[in-house]
């Protein structure tokens, strides 16, 4: 039975590794810092071994690997109140220590990276479709997050150049599913009001994932020696315009819907209407580059995942029309049940 140690197990994506991984007969440990939690019983109701520590405590970090065949680092920070300083000490300083942990256990790495590393000039070249070969370039001042995360995927593919370990990276778009604290809330509050934008129509594809498609190319990437030194996009599993996804949404949540039409270049030019809509979507998650808020929900998704589908496999399991329903019907019903 092959073994795996899993951060941030007890969030969305993380969760659903573990899913996963119990699915397919592996032994899962997860390393949370509080084994009492509502979360950490969820996993250990599940047959995952709970370990207690902390990514920034190598003595505990150590320990939870010893004896693991496979590190799964999904832990890192996302919006970060403390700005630059939070996102260095959780995402590069956590990941260097995680990489001491693998590379000590033996044990292969798997680090959940972000299409964040791509920026936003990259990602929208212009040049083809954004994949692991696209230069990245320089990131805006503000980009924080991709900037932590640029720099940590950095530490895990020099680590495995240097022989210290073998690892790989993967990178997911937005994220949504089942236990999705972020961005299933954020639609399914405006959702529930019985509304929603269109910018450009909705006809935009968007640069969406389910978190148990991309559980499904980690675990590949963990199995196959190819990955080895590489990254890979998790980034379109399958094409939802966002027309489709707000009437997925309202599907599973049992609400009818109207939509609201809004002109992209009157929402380019108006950066009150660009805060309002970036608020209500993405919870301001975006609102420190505008433009990429407005290319999110009006651009087609610009990412290529064919490494992954081509080396490792991939064939995402879950299709959106099951999913994205799913995923609105538990929020509404976690909101009941806090109400």
């Known amino acids: 039975m092959p073994t795996a140690l899993i951060t941030g197990a007890t969030g969305l994506l993380g969760s659903h590794v573990a899913e996963r991984m119990l699915a397919d007969g592996w032994q899962v440990r997860a390393m949370v810092r509080d084994v009492g939690s509502a979360d950490a019983r969820w996993l250990s109701d599940r047959g995952v071994e709970l370990v207690r520590g902390d990514v920034l405590d190598a003595e505990s970090f150590a320990r939870a690997a010893r004896g693991q065949e496979v590190m799964v680092h999904a832990a890192a920070a996302v919006l970060a109140k403390g700005g630059w300083e939070e996102f260095r000490t959780t995402n590069i300083e956590g990941t260097r220590i995680a990489i001491d942990a693998a590379a000590d256990a033996g044990a292969r790495m798997v680090m959940v990276s972000s299409v964040?590393?791509?920026g936003p000039d990259a990602r929208y070249s212009g040049t083809g479709p954004t994949d692991e070969e696209t230069p990245l370039t320089p990131l805006p001042e503000r980009g924080l997050y991709a900037r932590s995360k640029r720099?940590?995927?950095?530490l895990v593919l020099a680590a495995h150049a240097q022989g210290r370990l073998w690892a790989t990276a993967v990178r997911p778009d937005v994220i949504y599913g089942p236990r999705d604290r972020a961005f299933v809330p954020k639609i399914g509050g405006l959702v529930s009001k019985g509304v929603a934008p269109l910018l450009g129509g909705g006809r935009s594809v968007m640069p969406i994932v389910h978190a148990a498609n991309v559980?499904?190319?980690?675990?590949?990437?963990?199995v196959t020696s190819q990955a080895g030194g590489k990254a890979y996009n998790l980034a379109n599993d399958f094409d939802t315009t966002a027309r489709e996804f707000f009437e997925l949404a309202a599907q599973g949540m049992g609400k009818r819907l109207r939509f609201i039409p809004l002109p992209v270049s009157l929402v380019r030019a108006g950066m009150g209407a660009l805060s309002v809509v970036s608020d209500l979507l993405l919870g301001g998650r975006f609102s420190a580059v505008g433009a990429q808020t407005v290319d999110f929900l009006s651009r087609d998704n610009p990412f290529s995942s064919e490494r992954a589908r081509r080396e490792l496999g991939w064939d995402p399991p879950v299709r959106p029309c099951e999913a994205i329903p799913e995923a609105f019907r538990w929020w509404a019903n976690e909101r009941r049940a806090r109400h």
């Open 151 to 154: 720099d940590s995927e950095a």
């Open 215 to 222: 559980a499904d190319g980690i675990v590949r990437a963990a």
């Open 116 to 118: 964040a590393v791509y």
